[in-house]
């Protein structure tokens, strides 16, 4: 099965945000559990405080059981809060966080943020 290789997406969303605004900076970490991986982002300003939180979600992690809770909680610490899925999954993981409770958060396409992923074998 091939798979986004989550860390090439990781990267060139990090390096398009400190491009475009050199007074960011972002700290991202790649999760995994037996299935998927998925990142998140911190983008910090210029006192190096989080002015926001960007969940990276693959072809299925976004199925995780607790990845909408998660993004509910960043919302509730305050933080603006984007979820990056893959563009052939928005309309399933649009339908699955309306149904768990969407609080908040905003969805993009990669193609939305110009991520073209690679895919690891």
Do not use: C
Not at 98 to 108: A, H, L, P, R, S
């Amino acid at each position: 099965m091939e798979m986004i290789d989550i860390r090439s997406v990781l990267a060139a969303r990090a390096e398009s945000l400190t491009s475009r605004d050199p007074d960011l900076a972002v700290q991202y970490t790649v999760y995994s559990d037996d299935k998927n991986e998925w990142g998140i982002m911190h983008v910090l300003g210029r006192d190096d405080r989080v002015v926001g939180v960007e969940f990276f979600e693959t072809e299925d992690s976004w199925k995780r059981p607790n990845a909408v809770r998660d993004y509910n909680l960043a919302v509730d610490e305050g933080y603006p809060v984007a979820v990056i899925v893959p563009d052939n999954s928005f309309a399933e993981f649009r339908r699955l966080a309306v149904d768990q409770g969407i609080e908040g958060f905003t969805t993009y396409l990669y193609s939305d943020l110009d991520i073209r992923p690679a895919i690891r074998a």
